[in-house]
């Protein structure tokens, strides 16, 4: 097992403690200097110096992403404009985007944690790797590229799309490592099945490191086999991210045990999302996040809205620092039918427990009568024929899994769409009025 830096990885839980409460206290005052920041710390009776221990945590106050959206773009800048070198933005598709800027100091922390966790993947500098996340406003092109380098692997910035291109330069140049939306990674190697490129017997990925959007654990099996990860001795890990923290940061290890998040820059709280106290070991909760180390824009004690299970138990790797052991949805992609809460993940949890069915599927929310409708379109697998009583077992498997009546909706392979990025799972036709 290699590490990219091997003494703080493996730092002892105790030591990272007081590292991160020093550091956490030292953000408290480089945060207070913000007009707004300051304002909304004065109103809660704190000042930098009232943080002594994990026990004054509480006192300081939640930041939201509405917060964000309504001081945009740079009334949350913590330091001076002059000293910024980067500016990432969300696409604002539901909304004003939410910004990221970056000092020089920030990109270095920002790349050294993208080494440790493609390190503790597997990747090494013998790898070629074609990296498809998008470049651009979108913080996950850069946010890998850079570690990537920091590696020293050798990069093929290829973006996403083009996708026969893709495959062809996998061929000529030998690539190893593939990146890029897992949605992506699905759809590369549909095209290669129909290119008459066998994953497997033609390339030679043994390693793919996919973010960006939401991923199970069968379509990570599925990922697997289709693109001939394990075949090859490798596997696809998760990476998590979000621009409020700068971009992508944590990463699975080779063991895939969960999402090793570096203490020593990011804070993780686990809270129940109603009354924000902290929930017990193993049990789910919202995760709450604090960026330690950024010097333009940290933000403190930021509610992801992400709804996940973490632990702090050592990994069989090696490293000490807090893991995300599961994720089981985010409240952005929450919908509310008829008064029922359904995360589309509870949807493809059901889905792709059966293997007649490809990964490709659609939610459709609508309305009847003044009643709310949901209609759960899929495809079945090549060569495969969805007949009426697959579809009744699955319409009985989803009501027990979200509590709520739905019909599928069987289409033709290939009537869904594809995607070169994230998935649209979800078309809302309710009227809003």
Known sequence: MAFYDWETETMPL??????????????????????????????AGLVPGDIKDWDDLARVPFLTKDDLRENYPTGLLSGVMARVVRVHLTSGTTGVPVPMVYTAGDIEVWAACMARSFTAGGLTRDDVVQQAHGYGLFTGGLGFHYGLERVGACVI???????????????????????????????????ALEKGIDPVRDLGLRLGFHGGEPCSDEMRRRIDERLGYAAHGGGMRRCYGLTEMGGPFAMDCEYVTGIHVWGDHYLMEVLDPLTLEPVG??????????????????????????????????????????????????????????????????????????????????????????????????????????????????????????????????????ALPRFEGKAVRVVDERSRE
């Open 14 to 43: 105790e030591v990272l403690s007081g590292l991160q409460l020093e550091k956490f206290r030292a953000q408290v005052g480089r945060v207070y200097r913000n007009a707004f920041l300051g304002g909304r710390y004065r109103a």
């Open 157 to 191: 910035p290829t973006g996403s799309g083009n996708t026969e291109k893709q495959l062809r330069i996998m061929r000529e140049w030998g690539t190893t490592v593939f990146t890029g939306t897992p949605t992506y990674a699905l759809h590369v190697g549909e095209i």
């Open 281 to 414: 070991p193993g049990e789910p909760g919202e995760l709450v996040l604090s960026n330690l180390s950024f010097e333009a824009m940290p933000f403190l004690r930021y509610r992801t809205g992400d709804r996940v299970t973490a632990t702090v138990e050592p990994c069989p790797c090696g490293r000490t620092h807090p893991r995300i052991t599961r994720f089981l949805g985010r409240v952005d992609d929450m919908l509310l039918v008829s008064g029922t809460n359904v995360f589309p993940s509870q949807v493809e949890y059901v889905l792709l427990q059966h293997g007649e069915l490809s990964e490709h599927w659609r939610i459709v929310v609508g309305e009847r009568k003044g009643l709310h409708t949901l209609r759960v379109q899929v495809e079945p697998r090549p060569g495969v024929a969805l007949d009426e009583s697959l579809v009744a077992l699955l319409e009985g498997r989803l009501k027990e899994s979200l509590s709520i009546t739905c019909r599928i909706e069987p289409q033709a392979c290939g």
